[in-house]
């Protein structure tokens, strides 16, 4: 009898997780580690993140597995094709899960360049840069994953995420189009879109909105970063390889109603 989860494992891949070093990130990155993927853990470059991003290194290797941090700031110019350089010199890249990103809400009218500026470096052009860098390779060796973290920002935008919710929307677009580009060269390119997922983010919001909140999602319930994994896995393993350029929400229910 075959085995049926032949087609998840990912032995001799190596997964570049952005923005891995808690949450959403980490919950993905340890998922793929267990299927058997090489890990490449990026962080933002602070103390802080340095110090996470190595613990879930250490964690990884503690049950065999293999993996490295990379810190890069976002922020920074070419931060997307220095992070690739450094990775790529490591091990090529055959899956890349786009989770970092920043949101800075704010009331419509109170929008400064700055913030704007901040949010549109590291949810795109840095995405850009990370994309240009790795796709192509992917599809000159036949094989390629990529999955965008996106948001349910992007269909029903809150009005106090303005640019963050119209960044998640031009990363949607992307994937159509770098879908249609490399479908036919071995490469997936999908959006994996969480709804109200409980992170470090939103925490404090969530302590006062979130039972009501949960009440308007089918599932009766907030979702946590280990929801994400199992979809996740699906996009990124040869069991996914007939899904391309898709958008799976991962959100009880709630874009549904």
Known sequence: ?????????????????????????KAIALGLAGAGARLAIHHAGTEEETRDATAVVQEIQATGGKAAAFGQDFTHDDAG?????????WAPVDILVLNASIELPEDFNAITRE?????????????????????????????????TIGSIQQERPHPAMFVYAGTKAA???WTLSLARQYGSQGVTVNNLAPGAILT???????ATEGEALAQRIPAGRLGTPDDLVGAAMLLCSDA???????NLFVDGGRAAV
């Open 240 to 246: 996914g390889r007939y899904i391309n350029g898709a």
């Open 81 to 89: 094709h220095s992070l690739a350089a450094a990775v790529t010199a």
């Open 1 to 25: 009898m075959s085995d049926p989860f032949a087609p998840f494992r990912l032995t001799g891949r190596t997964a570049l997780v952005t923005g891995a070093r808690r949450e959403i990130g």
């Open 115 to 147: 913030h704007f500026d901040r949010q549109i470096a590291v949810n795109l052009r840095t995405t850009m840069e990370l994309l240009q860098t790795l796709v192509s390779p992917m599809a000159e060796r036949g094989w390629g994953r990529v999955v």
């Open 171 to 173: 990363q949607r677009n």
């Open 200 to 206: 470090a983010r939103n925490r404090a919001q969530m």
